[in-house]
């Protein structure tokens, strides 16, 4: 084969990929490799472009071996990324060259990586309530077993115990089910101060703490928009329920709907303890909670937000949370409707 040849198959691929010859220096190199490194790169040395140790193994061996090597590469250009390169003599064809080529793994490693961390998150949130139910059990079996007043206390608690886990599980499904459709635009028609108003009755119920605590102000003639009911339930439940929980008992909430050109606008603001600016765009990660503690002292999962910003794309909503540290929050909404 030519060596034109083999700069128009160099050119045809749509990886960074260099021709070399067997002193290191460039003979061709694609666009994707002039994008990655810079424009000009035929004649320069191999070497000063790419001072990777790793990278000049991997060449020398694809030379003396004849065979294809590949090693991995972290590449420290405007942000860090790891590439999969590979060195391959190109032999027998009257010009002795190496073609080598870059291939951009970083997306696989950060998935393999959030999957490996969910696995753990999810097993440490399991572990905690069955190490307290091994616990009782064992308790109620030993100690206690003839006690009637420890027995109806343990039972409470293990109750307690029972509905996190059954609380864990149920967010995870959901979860997993919102990715699985959150391409498919939602169905239905829903009424959101109606739906807000409702939320707002179910939470002050829920417990003593949450009553008369949220003013909401609506304007008049919204007009319904395309959405699913329960789904909207849960991301206006698990704000205005956020708002209540992490501020003080008997402080404000203000919940405010309201038409903003073609969206409708939803804002809950809280007087609670506010949050970090290190911590926001963190908040919609799975299981990221300010306070680890806290959060699961009131019965949360630190997935509640995650489920909120799922089902807000698969609503082509947007969600905007502004804080300061001992101001409170102020959360945002934005629905086409
Ligand atoms: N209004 C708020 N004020 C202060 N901190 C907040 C507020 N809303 C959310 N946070 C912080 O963000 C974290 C994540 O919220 P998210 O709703 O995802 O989880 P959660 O409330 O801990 O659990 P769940 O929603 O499953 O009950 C919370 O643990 C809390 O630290
Ligand atoms: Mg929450």
Do not use: W
């Amino acid at each position: 084969m030519q060596n034109h040849v083999y700069l128009n198959i160099v050119d045809a691929l749509p990886h960074p990929a260099l021709i070399l010859d067997y002193e290191y220096k460039i003979q061709n190199a694609n666009s994707a490799a002039e994008n990655l490194f810079e424009a000009g790169l035929a004649g320069l040395d191999f070497v000063r472009v790419l001072r990777q140790p790793g990278a000049i193994e991997c060449l020398s061996k694809a030379v003396k071996t004849g065979e294809l090597k590949t090693c991995d590469l972290v590449l420290h250009l405007q942000t860090p990324r790891t590439y999969k390169a590979s060195a391959a003599s190109l032999v027998g064809a009257g010009c002795d060259s190496i073609l080598f080529t870059l291939i951009d793994i970083s997306a696989e490693i950060d998935a393999e990586k959030s999957r490996s961390t969910f696995v753990a998150n999810v097993s440490h949130e399991l572990r905690s309530p069955l190490t307290s139910l091994m616990g009782i059990v064992e308790t109620l079996q030993g100690p206690a077993r003839e006690d009637v007043k420890a027995r109806d206390n343990f039972l409470g608690l293990m109750h307690g115990e029972t509905q996190r886990m059954s609380r864990l599980v149920g967010d995870l499904l959901s979860l997993s089910k919102l990715e699985a459709k959150e391409h498919l635009p939602p169905k239905g028609e829903v009424g959101i101060p109606r739906l807000i108003r409702q939320i707002i009755a179910v939470l002050s119920e829920s417990k003593p703490d949450y009553k008369n605590r949220v003013v909401l102000t609506a304007s008049d003639d919204l007009p319904p928009i395309t959405g699913d009911r329960d789904e909207l339930t849960e991301v206006f439940q698990n704000l205005i329920e956020n708002a209540l929980k992490y501020s003080e008992p008997k402080t404000q909430v203000e919940v405010q709907i309201f038409q903003a050109e073609d969206t409708i606008k939803i804002t809950i603001k809280d007087k609670g303890e506010g949050i970090a600016p290190e911590h926001l765009p963190r908040l919609t990660e799975r299981f990221y909670r300010v306070d680890k503690g806290r959060s699961r002292d009131a019965g949360g999962t630190g997935l509640g937000l995650a489920i909120t910003k799922h089902i807000l794309n698969r609503h082509r909503g947007r969600l905007s949370i502004e804080s300061a540290v001992g101001v409170g929050s102020f959360v945002s909404v934005v629905l086409p409707a």
